[in-house]
């Protein structure tokens, strides 16, 4: 099948992208689904407040649909784009993935604990970021359940706090808030429309749409992204570091969570904040972090027949003593996700983008998720503690093997 150009119209174009679905596909993602026009009628809407977040890995691939070379960063490009699209607010996800490490830092430290105390605990602890993965797992692994982290994806913490905290704070009820997501994956649009994530029929993230879908409307609108001066995310939920822009690649997940974990375990701080063993496009790699007390085995897989190799180690017994797993669909991670521009395969373009994500973290002020002030404030004056009631209730889900989706 051949991909279309991107003049033609998505809706319901058969997606030639990596096959990964294939195996779990929940909902028919095989086709594209393209809520553009919910996004259109919401921005049209003036009773509606429309607040858009867009992921990592957005930002190195949109600007391929605009003629640029693959890995360009357009950060500040696609938040103006956005801006003159109409959203109220732009925020970013990576704001929610330095959340999402507070809360899957803490438990994973919580079981390590329980571990080195000798109790019974459920181990290795998977990351539970990516949906296509968490489907794979409940429909394929269900003597496995256990052991993903219970921490919700960076998307929908986001879509959780942006209807709770963020609506409070400019009194609108979440019913007159549309959020959007701005996703590299079609797995997240699944993801939104899950019932766990809807409060009484009222969705935390209510419309995705694909980077493809983003530089549909942006051309529609008839924006030139490369004219537009850059411009900056909002505040409070557009405040972020750069642990949270790395969860855009394979290993970085783990890598985020790793800064935060040993300074949390230790008490010391990193003199290095690159955690190289971990970094890398091979499709399963493991490696050894020192913790202090504890030595770290850690594992990564992108791709899901990697992803399989590690749970059926796992299921045999765990020979590599594996503590900490994470786990991507999408070869090189989310940048290489099957709603980015088209890459046809082309592994350097996978590279080019892994390369401009990690170039472009290591100019942020702020590189460890909990020195984030805006989630610090988030904590102090709302939710309390990670892993406390109001965030367990706020910010994290479960799991349940499902036969058949
Ligand atoms: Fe989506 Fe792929 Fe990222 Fe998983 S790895 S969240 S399927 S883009």
Redesign the pocket.
């Known amino acids: 099948v051949v991909a279309p150009a991107f003049d033609e119209p998505l809706e319901n174009t058969v997606c030639t992208h990596c096959g990964q679905c294939v195996a779990v596909c929940p909902v028919g993602a095989l086709s594209e689904n393209d809520n553009t026009w919910k996004v259109i009628e919401g921005l049209a809407d003036p009773d509606t407040t429309v607040v858009v977040q867009t992921a990592p890995a957005t930002r190195v691939a949109l600007g391929e649909a605009f003629g640029y070379e693959a890995g360009s960063v357009v950060t500040g490009e696609m938040v103006a784009a956005l801006r003159r699209l109409g959203f109220d607010y732009v925020f970013d996800t990576d704001f929610a993935a330095d959340l999402t490490i507070m809360e899957e830092g803490t438990e994973l430290l919580g079981r390590l604990e329980e571990y080195l105390n000798g109790k019974e605990v459920a181990l290795p602890i998977l990351t539970s970021?990516?949906?296509?993965?968490v489907n794979f797992i409940e429909s394929q692994y269900e003597e496995l359940i256990d052991i993903p982290s219970s921490a919700r994806s960076p998307q929908q913490m986001f879509g959780s706090i942006a209807k709770t905290y963020f609506a409070e704070k400019l009194n609108v009820p979440r019913e007159k808030m549309m959020v959007v997501s701005i996703m590299?994956?079609l797995?997240?649009k699944f993801e939104a429309s899950r019932d766990e994530f809807s409060v009484e029929g009222n969705p935390d993230v209510d419309v995705v749409l694909s980077t493809r879908e983003l530089a549909h409307l942006i051309k529609r609108a008839n924006i030139n992204i490369a004219e537009l001066e850059k411009e900056s995310y909002d505040n409070p939920l557009g405040i972020s570091t750069g642990a949270g822009l790395i969860f855009g690649v394979t290993g970085g997940v783990l890598e985020a969570a790793l800064r935060t974990a040993y300074e949390t375990k230790t008490g010391e701080t990193l003199e290095k904040l690159e955690f190289e063993q971990v970094r890398g496009f091979d499709g399963l790699r493991v490696a050894q972090v020192d913790m202090g007390e504890i030595t770290l085995n850690v594992g990564i897989a992108h791709g899901l027949s990697h992803a399989r190799k590690l749970l059926d180690e796992i299921k045999e017994g765990n020979p590599r003593n594996l503590h900490v797993i994470e786990v991507?669909?999408?070869p090189g991670?989310?940048i290489g996700?099957a709603g980015q521009p088209y890459h046809h395969g082309d592994v350097n373009i996978l590279k080019k983008r892994i390369a401009s994500i990690y170039s472009e973290e290591k100019n942020i002020t702020i590189r460890k998720s909990h020195e984030n002030p805006a989630v610090k404030e988030l904590y102090e004056t709302y939710l309390g503690k990670p892993m406390g009631e109001k965030a367990h209730h706020l910010l994290h889900t479960h799991y349940a093997f499902k036969e058949k989706y």
């Open positions: 970021c990516c949906p296509a993965w590299p994956c797995a997240k991507m669909a999408c991670g989310c996700g």
